[in-house]
């Protein structure tokens, strides 16, 4: 069949999908469902009033709009400006030692307005970020979508459940709304033609960046960088109404009217510094021509976000760029962060890339897993006591854990560099090795077990070198485990466990395989438990170490998940679950602020419909009508945690329909036993709208694939 290449008009609502949220979320999280909601029901913003066209009538209608109240405004039919200031939901992730960083989740009215805000002003936007000549992360065109309508596109469909849950909405899982030039990711720079090319013709390489960039941007500034600083500050009034102006308002009340500072982890935000930075690159690059140097001449200058990269061979023309940068960005109230700032001379090379080099050669050597296909007419030679031969092939395993480990130590301190700073680099490697080790693996073995099953192989002999084969493979990957937890227990982030998951979920559906023909599993169930109880131990020791706290909590979240993947035998004990969520033996509570809302999500997905833990489910109820009632009435529809915490409960399959009434009429403020049926009714009749037409809110409850998650994951990441 001729491959014929398919390409998606795209729904403007899809910016939701990719410009919104920070990539350092739940995995159960997402904004698939809210886009469908939005796409189905013709949702958009028109002269700032909330507008829908469907054909919904009756209950259905009432449904429809009160999901709406909650969503956007409880007025949300009216013309209401200040209607869009909300409050972000914020919390922490771990960033540097003893430090962190917090990022953003908008309220949804705030998405909305961001679908209307990128239909008017994408070629706006565009243009402002096309004026820099040393930016290498931009926009460059609005994203399209492309893919062959192949075998291969078929199969990743995946079955026939999803094939009816995802058809045709292949760019729900586009990275973003815009195209970038030239790099998606930094170390993609470091690799390029054009950094070894600089390198070859400079002898210094200067990096610095920006202190606090986001922190310390001021939102004016945007029309200040589009317009000019004089003009703004002569009409005023007139920059409002512009694009300039308009994004600032946005970003304003994404952020609860707030003008210092923007919010971290949404896409939109770093499109909104790179317009402010994309004017000072220009204002930079003039004045240093002005002094009668040029760039791609007598020096060179990259930056990525705001990272940047200064390439020179005289130190005199090095501070002056500096100083011109220094005295540009305090026009726009930044500044540079010197104590990041870093000189290296020729041979330019950092530590991370010494690092890197050795690391590839280290694991170049080990852990190694080789199949070997044999000629017939030669006899093998030993290679080592563990090689395995059947029939037409020999299976070699070398893994020696404790001296990879120590090794790897070596390394890392040989290199002077930080774990945290090679950590995901190591853990992308480790994950494309066990990728293709299993792929390997699986095409030779289940040949095998296939010809054993047609009777095709009858020896016993062979048989059991089969089974010996499939047992040393376990034994590999109990120790490949061992080894990704070791270095990712040394410094976990939300980006290691991602990927240390990525890893965990390609093994889990190795050893999940069935035969097509009675959907019995392949491999043997002994083997299958020691995989699952070295998972459990390990992620056990991970949420031993780091409880809960109101500081950091995504980081391991996300364990949670993957142990959720496990046969229901292996649990974390519910001793230790108490203990990972703060909970008080004494008082059977769980202690104020020490829950958020993706935590909150995270463990009901996790507890689902289990009786293991039922004191556990009762506190966490408890929990979450406390702390609905800690938010001020007048505030709740203005809360991004609210919104998304109430929407999400309201569909929870693991929430009785008792806990789901006493929850909405907490939230209501309900008075009086009116009211209170009032509102019993108006929830029973958004229960059964649900059912029809909008299974899920945010978090993906039921149906849930963990290794599709996290391939579309990965395809979301900005920063490794």
């Known amino acids: 069949m001729s491959k014929k290449k398919k390409y998606i008009q795209y729904p403007k609502e899809r910016a939701i999908l990719s410009d919104v ?29 909330i507008v829908f066209k469907n054909d919904f009538e009756g209950d259905d209608l009432i449904a429809f709009k009160e999901i709406l109240k909650i969503l956007f405004h409880p007025d949300f039919e009216n013309k209401e400006d200040y209607k869009f200031r909300r409050i972000p939901f914020t919390y922490r992730i771990t960033h540097k030692e003893k430090d962190f960083r917090e990022l953003a989740l908008i309220h949804p009215i705030n998405q909305l307005k961001l679908i209307k805000f990128y239909e008017d002003f994408k070629e706006s936007i565009l243009y402002s970020c096309s004026i820099s000549s040393f930016s290498i992360r931009k926009p460059v065109e609005v994203a399209k979508y492309s893919f062959f309508n192949d075998k291969l596109h078929e199969l990743n469909k995946g079955d026939n459940n999803d094939f009816l849950e995802l058809n045709g909405r292949e760019y729900e899982n586009l990275k973003t709304f815009f195209s970038y030039k030239q790099y998606t990711n930094i170390y993609k720079f470091y690799e390029d033609y054009r950094y070894h090319r600089a390198e070859k013709k400079y002898n210094f390489l200067f990096k610095f960046d920006i202190a606090k960039c986001f922190d310390s941007i001021y939102t004016h500034s945007i029309s200040w960088a589009v317009l000019g600083l004089d003009p703004v500050k002569e009409n005023v009034d007139a920059s409002k109404k512009n694009f300039s102006g308009i994004f600032d308002k946005f970003i304003q009340y994404s952020n609860y009217g707030e003008t210092n500072g923007i919010l971290i982890g949404p896409e939109f935000s770093r499109i909104f510094a790179e317009i402010i930075l994309q004017r000072i690159d220009k204002i930079v690059e003039e004045k240093i021509k002005l002094k009668g140097f040029t760039n791609k001449i007598d020096y060179e200058l990259y930056r990525y976000v705001d990272d940047y990269f200064l390439f020179c061979d005289d130190d005199s023309l090095k501070e002056d760029i500096f100083k011109i940068f220094k005295h540009e960005l305090k026009e726009y109230k930044l500044s540079i962060n010197n104590s990041k700032t870093i000189e290296y001379k020729k041979p330019i090379i950092t530590e991370i890339t010494i690092a890197k080099e050795k690391i590839n050669r280290l694991f170049s050597e080990t852990p190694r897993f080789l199949i070997k296909k044999l000629d017939k007419k030669e006899s093998s030679v030993e290679e080592n006591k563990d090689d395995i031969e059947i029939l037409n092939h020999k299976f070699s395993f070398y893994f020696n854990p404790d001296n990879l480990i120590t090794q790897y130590k070596i390394l890392i301190k040989e290199s002077t560099v930080d774990y945290k700073d090679v950590l995901n680099y190591s853990l992308a490697l480790l994950n494309n090795i066990i990728e293709r080790n299993l792929v390997n693996f699986e095409k030779v073995y289940l040949a095998y077990k296939s010809k054993i099953q047609l009777g095709e192989i009858s020896d016993i002999n062979e048989i059991s070198k089969l089974d010996k084969v499939e047992d040393s493979l376990t034994s590999h990957l109990v120790n490949f485990i061992d080894f990704v937890f070791f270095i990712y227990s040394v410094s976990p982030r939300v980006n290691s466990t991602i990927k240390t998951c990525h890893i965990l979920s390609k093994i889990l559906v190795f050893y999940k395989l069935k035969r097509k023909s009675d959907k019995k599993f392949i491999l043997s169930t002994n083997n299958r438990n020691r995989i699952f109880k070295k998972i459990l131990d390990e992620s056990s020791l991970i949420i031993k170490k780091n409880s809960i706290n109101e500081y950091a909590q995504i980081e391991t979240l996300y364990l949670l998940t993957v142990i959720r993947e496990l046969n229901r035998e292996f ?59 800690s938010f001020p009435i007048e505030k709740r529809n203005k809360s991004s945690e609210l919104t998304h915490l109430i929407i999400d409960l309201i569909v929870c399959p693991f929430l009785s329909t008792q806990d789901k009434r006493r929850i909405f009429a907490i939230y209501k403020n309900s008075k009086g036993v009116n009211e209170l049926k009032n509102d019993f009714e108006t929830l029973d009749k958004i229960r059964f709208f649900q059912k029809r037409h909008m299974k899920y809110g945010f978090t993906k409850w039921e149906r849930f694939n963990l290794a599709k998650e996290l391939e579309y994951k990965k395809s979301q990441e900005v920063y490794s």
């Open 21 to 49: 949220l920070p990539y350092e979320i739940p995995i159960t999280f997402s904004n698939r469902y809210l886009y469908r909601f939005l796409v189905e029901n013709n949702i958009c913003i028109d002269d700032d009033k």
């Open 571 to 629: 649990r974390i004990p519910e001793v230790l679950l108490e203990k990972f969520i703060g909970f008080d033996n004494k008082k059977n509570e769980i202690p104020d602020c020490q829950l958020n809302y993706f935590s909150i999500m995270v463990l009901l997905f996790y507890l689902g419909h289990s009786k293991k833990y039922q004191k556990i489910k009762v506190a966490i109820k408890i929990y979450i009508e406390n702390y609905i009632k």
